[in-house]
């Protein structure tokens, strides 16, 4: 029968000849049903209770009452025990010979579940509920599960493959999605002795930077420290060079200093005179930003080549292809200033909180600044204007960039949340919700595709076309400060308040002929 016709009645076939066994007939319309593993016991469910009928005389053994809205689905494990999901949000483990109740799941979904699937050994069951979310509770049963999330609708069934390594799920838009079962780690690569503040891969990807508040950046080879690069004070910000050459590094010690990459050497210092909160490559030349209000541009061996007053400490600088500096202040304004000689190019003022990031797209020609004040804006860089204010943030913006063709936005905040907007029109174009609290930082791969989100505890990576969850990665040693893609665009690297350095490879984020070699070899391992 059809579980879900509203019948008060279930019948039993003979599967070989198709004639009618027998109809047990419980108090109410019949929900779904299941038969025990060795076909011992039939459950039926309904309006708040299920039934336990015996197969060989058919008649009723147990009512199973413990819901308080009716059961929406039931399933066994290979063990006998069966479990009942319900429209109340919950779900009950039982023993279907006595019709105790075992465990109850509760208190993790939003709204009613829709599916349940015991995990092939048994130790391990899935709920599937329609606020878009699957939980999968492990031993003991009843403790808190873990949250797979992503979706964009609700999520109506579940089942587990054969093996018990991926999960299947189905939703009414007519879309199913595939799971891993168990939470993949991220690879640590070092954990040095302070909060990491930047974390990089060089352009060859063959290396790791990390720097923080231990006053050192590191390079790192797999685990292996090939320098430790010592900056005299926490340091603010750190990257490679474009041809990888170099690192430059900027701190608490109102200082920026240049290294060379293949021996540690010293190149040059830049005195800014006041803790250095921003420092970039600026063609030949590196800019730094600092508490004292002032942006400085340098030549390459240290000199002083302009100075200019932004009016109140810094927090973020960009550079852009067309020659231009911006820079962004704790008083909510954006101020443009000409690489050559410092003069400035105009005063972007619309946030109503301190500036937070900068990013300028590829080509210069647009601007998009993030706020504590829980906006973005995207900005023409020739003219000044304002071509779109992004709101849809509940707090204030931790990070934003482009992509690679212009095309897309990509925004963090502390609300937990990251946005794609679409810079033509500045609306959102997809939103990233999973996680619980501050995303600290959100960043494009550089093929575009893929989007990769740290904090609090957890790394995710996203696909840019869908907007859905590709996976999440825990195992970093304390709250997530950064994550950034290798120039591969399958491998993250990401470090956290603990002094983690982590990695992660993204064997999914592969191109179509990887992936399909991936798929072949996880086909003929289900078996």
Known sequence: MSPRTGVAAATVYDSATGNAVYTVRPPGEVTDLAFSPNGAYLVTTGRRNGFVWDTT??????????????IDAVAFASDGRVVTG??????????PATGDELSTLLGQHQQKILGVAFSPDGTQVATASADETVRVWNAPLGSTPRLLSGDTDVISSVSFSPNGSLLLTTSPDGSARTWLTEVPNLHTVAIQKGAISAAAYSPDGKLVLAAGADGTAGLWEGNRLVRSLPQAGKVTAASFTSDGRDVLTAGDDGTAKLWRVSDGALLATFPHGAPVRAALVAGQRVVTGGDDGKVDMWNADGKLVWSATHGSPIAALAVGKT????????????????????????????HTGAITSLAFNTDGSRLVSGSADRTAIVWDAASGKAEHTLVGHQFGITSVSFNPDGKLVLTSSADGDAWIWSVRTGQPVHKLKFHVSTVSRAAFSPDGRWVVTAGPTAAAIWQVRTGKLLMYMHGAHGNLTTGAWAPDSLRIVTGDTGGGVETFTCTLCSRLPELVSIARARIAGLG
């Open 323 to 350: 020659g231009i500096v911006a820079s962004g202040a704790a008083d909510g304004t954006v101020k443009l200033w000409r690489s050559a000689n410092g003069t400035p190019a105009g005063t972007l003022k619309r």
């Open 86 to 95: 319900s429209i109340d949000s919950s779900a009950i483990v039982w023993n």
């Open 57 to 70: 005389t058919w008649s009723l053994l147990h009512t199973l009452s413990g819901h308080s809205a009716a």
